[in-house]
């Protein structure tokens, strides 16, 4: 099977962004930033220990809704522009039953079955700005000659997607069998625009078991199921400018522009064991361990491109589709967990979670047989081992809660790449509650930034700047009997 460079350029990027889980849930464990390692008691805690399920003393059921606005700030090349997403979803679902054991030995079991939303995909960016250096182009035309493509090659689209179509559409140019140049010619500079629109989501279905030994140990597993649900759609433009202004009579391009649309779909499945020990009443350790995620994903790419000239003509490509399947295989997680509480008054928590993001390893299937090897060195050597931090603290003042939590996520990135790309992430959440014997209500606010340092293309020689905050809001409510 041969597939398109441009889709698998994307490869790298959907192994991040796949295997990067931006843990959602509840409203009580997102008001404690995620951080309830060595606490449990919460439904949403299973996704980090499954230990916590222990901790239970009854049954119940939760629901969980998410607001959610995302602003996306970007500069580049001077420029700057705004994006902004709405969107409303479950952020939890789930049930726990617990059941009474051996006073003397496993006092309680409890199972649970539901759902946590691990990733939010929606997403609105816009990049503009004025180049006097380069073009998209340029990145092809390198591609072309760097790999020695020829001109039959390019006339039978034998190669990647964007090339091929740029050189039916006049922007390239074969000056030897083997060797190509830009047909592109400016004078003065190029406005180039993109705007990227993304939606989807990442989730796990979970089914867990725990149990409570004495009081004192807390032991659990989890078998998670995982779904993804991607869409992307870009629009890439450059527009041509000349000093003096080119002529009909001229044959200069105008405008170039290319549409690239992904999806991506895939289920996973992985496996989750954990444990909390009760060092004393008030001190509590806990870990856990999670398998990688090992996912089916089906993907479809299409591709056009269209060019307009100064002497009125036009020439738009086909659009080309791909379909095929493929595995993939997200990192292990390791994590370790601190808690103390204050009798029933309150409680404070720091989880602390390795990843190698670098770990993440793509593989072909029967039906689309592919040599993926020079992919996942891409991603060995451009990705690390990230260390996440967690703190969230949690006080009583019957009937009512308030929460405050915070959650640093690592740059994933190796420190010897260009442009010094850093998606390192800081939330930060404040959150309260109603909780009496028999049901609750929960809210919390939590703010999410980071900032993205995007090429653009290959061989630009600036980058642009995108910087991402998303807003959640988000309600809960528990019945417990």
Do not use: C
């Not at 591609?143 to 190669?159: G, K, R």
């Not at 689309?368 to 969230?392: C, K, P």
């Amino acid at each position: 099977m041969t597939l398109p460079i441009l889709a698998m350029s994307q490869f790298s990027t959907d192994a991040l962004r796949f295997s990067r889980i931006e843990y959602q849930g509840t409203a009580r464990f997102n008001g404690l930033g995620g951080s309830m390692g060595a606490i449990g008691g919460d439904i949403s805690s299973l996704s980090v220990n499954p230990a916590g399920l222990g901790l239970y003393r009854s049954s119940e059921f939760t629901f969980t809704t998410d607001f959610r606005v995302r602003d996306v700030n970007t500069s580049y090349r001077g420029t700057n522009s705004n994006g902004n997403n709405v969107n409303f979803n479950i952020g939890n679902i789930g049930y726990v039953g617990n059941y009474r054991g051996d006073p003397n030995g496993w006092k309680s079991y409890s199972f649970a079955v539901g759902y946590n939303r691990l990733g939010n995909f929606n997403s609105d960016s816009r990049l503009e700005g004025t180049n006097r250096n380069s073009s998209i182009i340029d990145e092809y035309v390198s591609f072309l000659n760097t790999n020695n493509v020829s001109t039959q090659e390019l006339n039978d689209y034998a190669v990647d997607l964007g090339p091929s179509e740029a050189y039916w559409n006049f922007m390239i140019d074969s000056i030897a069998p083997n060797r190509h140049q830009r047909f592109l010619d400016f004078q003065d500079s190029i406005q180039q625009k993109r705007r990227t629109t993304t939606s989807g989501r990442q989730g796990e279905t979970f089914f867990s078991f725990g149990g409570n030994y004495l009081d004192r140990f807390f032991l659990g597993g989890t078998i998670g199921i995982q779904s993804i649900r991607y869409e992307e759609k870009t629009v890439i433009q450059e527009f041509y400018t000349y000093d003096p202004p080119a002529l009909p009579t001229e044959f200069l391009a105008k405008e170039y522009e290319e549409n690239r649309d992904l999806i991506v779909s895939g289920t996973g499945i992985n496996f989750k064991v954990g444990f909390i020990y009760k060092i004393t009443n008030s001190l509590r350790f806990g870990g856990g361990l999670h398998s990688p995620t090992f996912y089916g994903m089906t993907e479809t790419y299409a591709f056009n491109s269209t060019s307009s000239f100064s002497d009125g003509s036009a020439y738009e490509s086909e659009t080309s589709e791909s379909n095929f399947d493929y595995r993939l295989r997200t990192p292990m997680r390791y994590n370790a967990s601190l808690a103390y509480v204050y009798r029933d008054k309150g409680l404070i928590n720091i989880d602390y979670e390795y990843t190698n993001q670098a770990a993440a390893r793509f593989n072909d299937v029967a039906e689309f047989q592919f040599d993926y090897s020079n992919r996942n060195d891409i991603i060995a050597n451009s990705f690390r081992g990230t260390n996440n931090i967690r703190i969230g603290a949690e006080y009583r003042l019957e009937p009512f809660v308030i929460r405050a939590g915070v959650r640093y996520e690592d740059n994933p990135f190796a420190s010897n790449l260009s442009f010094d790309p850093d998606q390192s992430r800081t939330t930060f959440a404040i959150g309260s509650g109603f909780r009496s014997k028999n049901y609750n209500i929960d809210v919390t606010y939590m703010n999410s930034r980071s900032t993205i340092t995007d090429q653009f293309y290959s061989t630009s020689e600036e980058a642009a700047t995108i910087e991402g905050i998303n807003h959640h809001l988000m309600f809960t409510v528990g019945w417990r009997w």
